[in-house]
């Protein structure tokens, strides 16, 4: 294990606990998550992710953050594990499902249309709608090759997941 690889186990151990006792705070506000997700970008800028799994795993790290940089900084890391990553192996289905929710991310920030319908929204009724519009051009067929279910499905599986 590279000294990059053992500070990113160490950040996504962190970023794990904590996300699960964060549920009523706002990730904007949160000075954890900025200084995780910064620790992640400085692996990015300083060119230190060279293995494929270390750039997917610093892509997690980076793909919540609420500045665009943080997800521009996941979609390229991803880009970068999908092209390098051996199809069996077992982070590629996720790196292909997170590159496709980080570039509707990075839509979604700037006001178009999501390309593959990851992005949602919590309604003023409390119902999950998506954040912006899709880009109708998109198929489910395009879905599927990122693991991305269709819209329909995935507002079902939300409405269930947050009764």
Known sequence: MTGTSSILETLLDSYKAHRKDQTTKIQGECQECKRISDAALKL????????????????????????????????????????????SDKDMQMAR?????????????????????????????????????????????????YGIPTVEESLKRLSASYK
């Open 44 to 87: 990015y800028t300083d060119n230190e992710l060279i293995e494929p799994r270390d750039a997917f795993h610093a892509a997690i790290l980076l793909h919540h953050g609420v500045e665009n940089k943080y997800v521009l900084a996941a979609n390229e890391l991803c880009r970068y594990a999908i092209a390098r990553l051996d199809s």
């Open 97 to 145: 499902w997170l590159y496709a929710a980080s570039y509707d991310r990075i839509l979604v920030h700037d006001g178009k249309p999501q390309k593959f319908g990851t992005q949602f929204v919590k309604n003023k009724d409390g119902v999950f709608e998506l954040a912006t519009s899709i880009d109708l051009a998109t198929t489910d067929e395009e879905r599927a090759l």
